[in-house]
């Protein structure tokens, strides 16, 4: 046994290099499919981001990044690129698809380019356009769509960041002059983390609690003038918000009003409006539905940060698994040749099932981006549409930040001492994207408006349901769970698991199988939650509350399950546009690998409410480590080869084909020496041979 | 049910917040206890890292950075206090403990400034202390100490990290003129990543393969002038790294070497020697143990890297508690009082759990350097206790770098937008510390050094037993494998588990059910990996590969269950030394929470192997959630500043109070306003009221 241990060293010991794959994916045609619907704007904003001059430079000081984005800016407006998503008749292309994908694929350049770009033209620019009516689409989106005005989209306050209906900023209606009159009644109102606000910004949208005739009707946006050549005008004031963990290229800022006055013609009024007398107006009786809708126009900021996401995670893994497919450690079986560390079985867990992610995250939001379309051009645009669009944004988008940053730590780790220095880029990466995931609606804030939809589906699908209908739902799902923690289910399927290892394996091997493991364990959390919640209709506030707040992990784990299994849907509807036999095969194996990985993950939840037996539990695990990791291996370079980036977009030392240089040069040199003799004796040989 | 669903808005509501405490724990007594044996060393660190001039400066370009923190080193040399480590003969202090608590509390002040002076004493200093002989340390060590001489630590290549034996750069022993000449062969053996290599360091220690008579003895190391005051030496030359992910105030570079020459005695010879006739020769004849032995006398840099991560966590935890309990978001059962963000449940799920991972992490990191300290003082220095010392660190410092990453990771989302600001420190340590965990030995090749000693002890245990013993011992570990996959060893169970979900939870409430519960799956995982390993003894080095190759991945998971135990385990003793009553209370609680963590995250296997039931397996996340996080919450904030830290360690703009601050001044505006009847009337309640 001691010789077992020691031939285990500090490294375990990779397979031989695999087989060539008998048949190759068809990369060309799998890089047009990724694409999507808007392929040509991606295409074309990937052409125009292999200029340098949108790169990111690593080497500027924090005023310098700043004046360099701003200066990318004006390329963008130059090029053109900026305007799809505007009103044709203000000489925009009303694409609204075509925009957020064109907008997603700056980040290959640089993420601070993407977010100034979004500041000014989807947030600033779009709380003008969707907020706004005719008269401020006339006077004020040229100037935006210029940059001539760039401005800020001031909604955060230092005090509020998720819960924007409690800002404290007012702009209260002053019949007299017929103006609003905005003011930051304390610290905790002053906006923050803006962009644009620190340094560039001459105007902003400004979102304050309009109150007029004594009444506060909830929060409005403003359009403001800000700074003039001279500075801050009077009565506004701010700071810096300084060095940040990332974006630096950006000026995030802080704003501050006292007494600031803009004309009554100044409000947003697409949703609420104030006469001339101070009467208030809106076609939304619900002060809460008329927050919901205005805040609801905004959801671009959450598809773009999706699709940005994908971009980057593509971009990490194109880096780490063209290193690891490159780069040679320790020598197995043969000790003149180092292995490719790709073929380390641990190397392949650590990657293959990001890949598999990926792809999943790439085509779910495909479908995000189709249904933002939908709803942006009027084509499918009801009120149905809206809340699925928003719901379908407040899922994706947590998984996928979270995602990109774990992509691009792991592929930072793989890539070694290599990947933290700045030329291999994934730090930078990572360190710009690390505030995707509380931006825009923060992940964990998201993740409740998404189990809140699961629990009013889940009513409503019983209120039009007869009794005996429910009665089966609840027996078959909340029963489920008492019924499983006694044990009785499990023993029932341990019965039926009663045969060989393959027929275990064989279970969760089919789409149907998986989306069923999926679906239920989704359901069952649902149904689970609302019995427990039920309890709250009867109970006091302070009771209520409490029931709710024992139940907030559950709840946005559940959302979390919805969200993986959307992702899961997408990966599995995109499989059918295959056409390629091989190419159809491998995304197969990826996305049963996406799906092994999912339930692996939440193994325990299948085997406690007894969904799967211990055998077909482990039997997962075997499955990806046995299975889909050598089958995946041959061709994952193929699968990050698809994502069709040029070296002008990846830009990464490592990514060059200079690590094979160095390989095959050493290995040349070694080759050489041993031939004309002159490598000494290792003196480990000598004493073996004595 | 629609009102049900309702009622939970986009945030979940918290509970009321908790009751005061029924006691409190003792926070200053903790906090001696937490500083732990080298407590006057970490104090006087502290102590002296309150000065400004040693803190970093975000504000300053990549050269600037690198002056400042040569500048750093320089007035840590004026304090005296980089001498603790060596030798009382040459003005040191022989206190190896201290010094290693010493430095690492200086990550406090900058991460740069900790690693920098690891560099240039505890890599650089430290091999000419531990490889060299009298002649070197005399010669050498004075001007390291003393900052006369900056030098650089050159051991890793650009083609080789963790295979440090196969490196590339030669040293071949020149009879005639009683030298070595050390040469790069070719680009994949220049030295890379080393700091002081960029700008300052005007020597190095370089490791190289050593060749004489034509026979090549191993990786051994040289001292090597590199620059004077006109740059490189002849025949050496470099590169700058760059811009990295983080610790930008090190110069890491490249080096490279052609036909340098130095004098024989340069190689430190302390296991290896050549005389002048070229005649090679070593104490320890096998080259293998000699590689690991040199190798081995640089354990204090993974000691020090585990020490560093639990100073950082234990800062990012201050921050983001700090600020969860003066920060409110979102009203529940009182609409004009916002909820403390700390008293929602999901926010103490992502925090309090890793509180007690920390608390886990500084009790186990005691337990290091004690380790570390016997062996380098000599006092308890057998070569079980160097092996023993080794696994340790090799164990101890992948958890707490990845756990030191999660932590600050977490922080910094817990913290929002605020969270991302510079200001706050959180983004700026996570950058510094993200390479901590591929440094000083990269964290999966560490594992599986500990995997490959427990396979080792493994074998060992059976050597010794007789036939009997070891026959039970499968049949309990690696047989129980087998019929767990039946089903048959958890159907035993769940008949034994036939009670009460109170007894259930009872079951691993105890320290000794969570002892058994982690070391049965460590022991049950090393028996099953060496059962399935055992084939390769017989099998061809390519089959031997592939097999080890194919349990890569669980021998890594078994490496780092082992080191959550030993973490466990060291929590638990710690409890031991508490006297006040309410503290071990808390404690224990922690630990709990500690203990169930793993248990919950590793819950699949529990099940899968039959030992844990359904049921016991569900109330373990219940009893976390219902029980252990609102006990332990009225004592998170008390947990955190038994840290010790004062102000000018924390640095932090939102634990400073501000937040708190800020809150009063909005809820007194708001009060006051309400008092004078000057607050508008709600839209909504207006609405109510008709």
Redesign the interface.
């Known amino acids: 046994?001691?010789?077992?241990?020691?031939?285990?060293?500090?490294?375990?010991?990779?397979?031989?290099a695999p087989a060539a794959p008998k048949g190759a994916i068809d990369t060309a045609w799998l890089g047009e499919y990724l694409l999507g619907t808007w392929a040509a704007a991606r295409r074309e904003s990937r052409e125009l981001m292999k200029d340098s001059a949108f790169h990111r430079d690593?080497?500027l000081?924090?005023d310098a990044q700043r004046t360099r984005v701003l200066g990318q800016l004006k390329l963008l407006v130059d090029s053109g690129s900026v305007l799809k998503a505007f009103p044709s008749g203000l000489g925009g292309n009303d694409d609204h698809g075509g925009n957020i994908a064109s907008f997603e694929e700056l980040v290959t350049a640089d993420p601070s380019l993407q977010i100034k770009s979004g500041v000014q033209w989807g947030l600033f620019g779009a709380a003008v356009l969707h907020l706004g009516t005719q008269r401020h689409h006339e006077k004020f989106l040229p100037g935006i769509m210029s940059l001539e005005v760039p401005g800020a989209f001031a909604m955060?306050e230092?005090?509020?960041?998720?819960?924007v209906a409690?800002i404290?900023t007012t702009a209260t209606y002053d019949e007299a002059t017929r103006e609003f009159v905005l003011d930051t009644?304390?610290?905790?109102?002053w906006k923050?983390?803006l962009g644009n606000a620190a340094l560039h910004g001459i105007a902003a949208v400004v979102f304050a609690q309009l109150?007029t005739k004594?009444?506060?009707?909830?929060v409005h946006a403003f359009y403001v003038p800000i700074r003039d050549e001279n500075g801050f005008l009077d009565g506004i004031g701010g700071e810096d918000?300084?060095?940040?963990?990332?974006l630096n290229g950006i000026d995030n800022g802080r704003l501050h009003f006292h007494g600031v006055r803009v004309p009554r013609e100044n409000l947003l009024n697409r949703y609420g409006d104030v006469a001339a007398d101070g009467t208030?107006s809106s076609d939304i009786?619900s002060?809460?539905r008329r927050f919901f809708t205005m805040i609801g126009t905004l959801v671009q900021g959450r598809v773009s940060l999706d699709g940005a996401s994908v971009v980057a995670s593509k971009l990490a893994l194109f880096i780490a698994i063209t290193y690891g497919s490159q780069r040679r450690?320790?020598?197995?079986?043969d000790p003149t040749k180092?292995e490719v560390i790709l073929?380390?079985?641990?190397h392949q867990?650590?990657l293959l099932p990001k890949l598999a992610t990926t792809y999943a995250m790439s085509f779910a939001h495909e479908k995000l981006l189709t249904a933002f379309d939908g709803v942006f051009s009027g084509a499918r645009a009801s009120d149905a549409d809206r809340e699925d669009l928003e719901t379908l944004a407040a899922a994706l988008k947590p998984l996928s930040t979270w995602s990109a940053?774990e992509i691009l730590?792991e592929a930072?780790?793989t890539c070694?001492?290599?990947?933290?220095?700045?030329?291999n880029r994934?730090?930078?990466l990572?360190?710009d994207l690390?505030?995707y995931?509380?931006?825009e609606g923060?992940?964990?804030?998201?993740l409740?408006?998404v189990?809140?939809?699961l629990?009013?589906d889940?009513?409503?699908k019983?209120?039009n349901a007869d009794a005996g209908a429910m009665a089966g739902y609840v027996a078959g799902q909340v029963g489920a769970v008492a019924v499983?923690?006694?044990?009785l289910r499990?023993?029932a399927q341990?019965v039926a698991?009663f045969g060989s290892t393959a027929r275990s394996v064989g279970f969760v091997r089919d789409a149907a199988s998986q989306r069923q493991l999926l679906t239920d364990r989704v359901e069952t959390m649902v149904a689970a939650l609302?019995g427990r919640?039920?309890a709250?209709?009867k109970a006091?506030?302070?009771e209520?509350?409490?029931l709710?707040?024992?139940?907030?992990?559950e709840?946005?784990e559940a959302a979390a399950a919805h969200a993986e299994l959307l992702q899961w849907e997408a990966f599995t509807e995109a499989l059918d546009g295959i056409t390629d036999g091989k190419t159809a095969e491998v995304l197969t194996w990826l996305r049963d690998l996406f799906g092994f990985s999912l339930i692996?993950k939440n193994?325990?939840w299948y085997?406690?409410?007894?969904r799967l037996?211990?055998?077909r539990?482990?039997a997962i695990t075997d499955y990806i480590?046995?299975r889909l990791l050598p089958r995946l291996r041959p061709h994952a370079l193929d699968l990050v080869n698809a994502f069709g980036f040029e070296p002008e977009h990846v830009r990464s030392a490592i990514a060059s084909g200079a690590e094979r240089?160095?390989?095959d040069?050493?290995a040349e040199?070694f080759r050489a020496r041993r031939d004309a003799g002159l490598e000494?004796?290792?003196?480990?040989s000598?004493?073996n041979k004595r």
Chains 1, 2 share one sequence.
Do not use: C, W
């Open positions: 046994m001691t010789n077992l241990a020691d031939r285990i060293t500090a490294e375990s010991r990779p397979t031989a690593d080497s000081a924090l955060t230092t005090g509020h960041g998720s819960d409690a404290g009644p304390f610290r905790a109102a923050d983390y109150v004594g009444v506060n009707h909830g918000d300084g060095l940040k963990g990332g208030y009786q002060p809460g450690q320790f020598t197995a079986a180092e073929d380390y079985q641990r867990r650590r940053l730590q930072r780790e070694g001492g290599a990947g933290f220095l700045a030329e994934l730090t930078q990572r360190a690390d505030i995931v509380t931006f923060d992940n964990n804030v998201l409740q408006l189990a809140k939809r629990l009013t889940y009513s409503r019983f209120k499983n923690r006694s044990g499990k023993l341990n698991d609302a919640l039920r709250a209709q006091s506030p302070v209520a509350t409490a709710f707040n024992a139940n907030q992990n709840l946005i692996e193994l325990a085997l406690i409410n007894g037996s211990a055998q539990a482990a480590d046995d240089d160095r390989q040069e050493a040199y000494p004796i290792a003196e480990k000598l004493k």
